[in-house]
């Protein structure tokens, strides 16, 4: 992501894609660190001017579902096995697979969005509040570029989808969306909130049923089982 900001501050234009065969500087949502060592996925899709800036969150389900369709075609791998976790993460067995980030800026007045997308592959992280698996644990052997070639496919497939409205991504989303009818806690910057995960609403935000009636929720960690 780093590096595509560089080239948009270089002066290039468009839409492109960046990939890494490392990152020294891998990072999370919320700014947290990020291991990333050669062997898996780091690839960062750069849009100009792809919607408003308020509706950027929503390109992380549209990287999701397609993210989850190269590697349902690559890795031969499905739902319910492949879900997608709220709200930008791809679960396997329901252990993280890969990882979305969305970043926006403003250069020369117009807006971009960078779609940052890590996945194991070969090796994936032992230090997480949550279990993370790959790839090649799961017996689905392939190589980066495999993946990569599918993603770039299955991404146009997705967005043309997307530009007829968000309504047909959420739908898409909530088909392979993981935890529908679960206990979940999430923990929004407000501190955590407990319910049943219902889906999300029509600007990507998750629905929970709770005590105190149904809650909207923005940003926030999700766990499962309460």
Known sequence: ???????????????????????????????????????????????????????????????????????????????????????????????????ILLEGLTIKKRFHVLVGIGVNIESCPS???????????????????????????????????YLTGFKSTRKAWLAVAHGIGTRVRVRPPAGDIHGIMRGIDERGCLLLDTPAGEVRIDAGDLFFGD
């Not at 408003?52 to 390109?59: F, I, R, V």
């Not at 279990?131 to 997705?158: H, M, V």
């Open 1 to 99: 992501m780093d590096e595509a900001k560089a080239q948009l501050h270089d002066g290039r234009r468009g839409d492109f894609w960046v990939v890494a065969d490392e990152q020294t500087g891998g990072r999370g949502r919320h700014g947290r660190t990020w291991v990333s060592p050669e062997g898996n996925l780091y690839a960062t899709l750069v849009l100009e001017q792809p919607c408003y800036p308020a509706q950027a969150p929503e390109l992380g389900f549209v990287a999701g579902l397609a993210l989850h369709k190269a590697l349902r075609i690559a890795a031969e791998l499905d739902f319910p096995d492949l879900t997608l976790k709220w709200p930008n993460d791809v679960l396997l067995t329901g252990q993280k697979l890969a990882g």
């Open 127 to 161: 230090d997480l509040p949550y279990p993370a698996t790959c790839l090649d644990a799961a017996k689905r052997y392939l190589s980066r570029d495999e993946l990569f070639s599918r993603l770039t496919g299955t991404w146009t497939t997705e967005i043309q989808r």
